[in-house]
């Protein structure tokens, strides 16, 4: 799908939702900053799309308040 969002210059998606088996739903704010980090990181080098064409979606209703 990148190739395509590429071609007519859409921008890119990315919930924070890992690959990690364990915590594949990022609940915590320092969870959801660590996927978002990663994912901004590796995105251009993957998907040769510019930094800010790539829309982070942190899927805020997961949140849970640790206090």
Do not use: H, W
């Not at 007519?8 to 980090?37: M, N, P, S, W």
């Amino acid at each position: 799908m990148c190739p395509i969002a590429r071609r007519y210059g859409a921008a890119l998606v990315v919930g924070t939702i890992d690959e990690d088996k364990l915590q594949a739903q990022a609940f915590t704010r320092e969870r959801k900053l660590q996927v978002a980090q990663r994912s901004v990181s590796c995105s251009p080098k993957n998907t040769e799309s510019a930094p800010e064409d790539i829309i982070i979606d942190p899927l805020v209703f997961p949140v849970r308040d640790r206090r």
